[in-house]
């Protein structure tokens, strides 16, 4: 009879040639892009690899590399002051998508199984719409003379100038990334075992106290999942900025499409995404590697 072990390694084929194909290909491709320098060409990047000149194009190829591009990232504020801000947005974003969201999933998870049906399903009906309708329905509710200045209007509260402000950035960004946040603390919260309350009760312990020392950290891995949903999508969050906080928002993902499609300056361009990936990249091998050691610890 045939070993079937060595079958084993089939079923591991299809998800490495995905992730080969549409994720080492195109890293190694913008990888390759950010090494190289700007021209007036088509494409608009040199060096570019010619194989039919053999072993001498590979090779003008390699000395054609260099990491200008990166060094230029270092020195030009811009880049800077566009990091900076697309962290402090997610930051500040995460946050309230906390606030937010824990509440919300907290109440789910303490609600009857029927009632949380429902309300499981209110949290997933957006994903029902285009993001990008829901994104201009922020614009027609928050434009100066759109429904709540028409609605503060009525109760003579005067208009609110809230469109092209980072606090409309805040609310588009929240409202679009809330299901994020809800789905994995209500998985977290919905898995506690009530009893554990019941005892810290017992023991004397207030509400408040059982709840910083129970449910908290019961409930820490969907915090930390929630987070880095959010985090890490809205820190290179090009839509809502542009939409919602006008011209005068910086963040990295306008950067990006400004180099791109604008300047067509696709070596900066390359080199900005490149550092944006190590920078998302370290909040999860960090949290993996807290994880680890906690599992050895046990």
Request: aromatic share 12%; proline share 9%.
């Amino acid at each position: 009879m045939a070993d079937p072990r060595p079958r084993r390694w089939l079923a591991a084929v299809p998800p490495y040639a995905w992730l080969l194909v549409f994720f080492l290909f195109p890293f190694v491709l913008v990888a390759k892009l950010s090494l190289s320098h700007t021209v007036l060409a088509i494409p608009p990047y040199a060096p570019t690899l010619d194989l039919s000149r053999g072993a001498d194009g590979v090779a003008d190829f390699v000395r054609g590399l260099s990491g200008e591009t990166y060094a230029r990232l270092v020195h030009d504020r811009l880049y800077l002051a566009a990091y900076l801000s697309s962290l402090k947005v997610a930051a500040v974003s995460t946050l309230l998508l906390l606030l937010v969201g824990y509440p919300m999933a907290y109440g789910m998870a303490r609600t009857g199984p029927r009632a949380r049906t429902w309300l499981l399903m209110a949290v997933i009906l957006p994903f029902w719409t285009s993001f990008l309708i829901r994104v201009y329905a922020w614009i027609a509710i928050l434009k100066p003379e759109g429904l709540l200045n028409l609605a503060l209007g009525w109760l003579h509260l005067g208009p609110a100038e809230i469109m092209n402000t980072p606090t409309a950035v805040y609310i588009g960004i929240v409202y679009s990334y809330l299901p994020f946040m809800v789905l994995p603390l209500y998985a977290a919260l919905e898995k506690l075992d009530p009893t554990l309350l019941e005892a810290a009760g017992d023991l004397g312990a207030p509400p408040w106290r059982a709840f910083w020392r129970v449910t908290w950290p019961l409930s820490w891995p969907g915090v930390v999942a929630g987070s880095l949903l959010c985090f890490i999508p809205i820190v290179g969050e090009f839509v809502i900025p542009d939409l919602l906080g006008g011209p005068g928002s910086l963040m990295i993902g306008r950067t990006l499409w400004t180099e791109f499609f604008a300047d067509r300056d696709w070596p900066s361009a390359s080199a900005v995404a490149i550092v944006l990936l190590a920078t998302l990249t370290a909040p999860i091998l960090i949290y993996q590697h807290q994880q680890a050691r906690a599992l050895e610890r046990q």
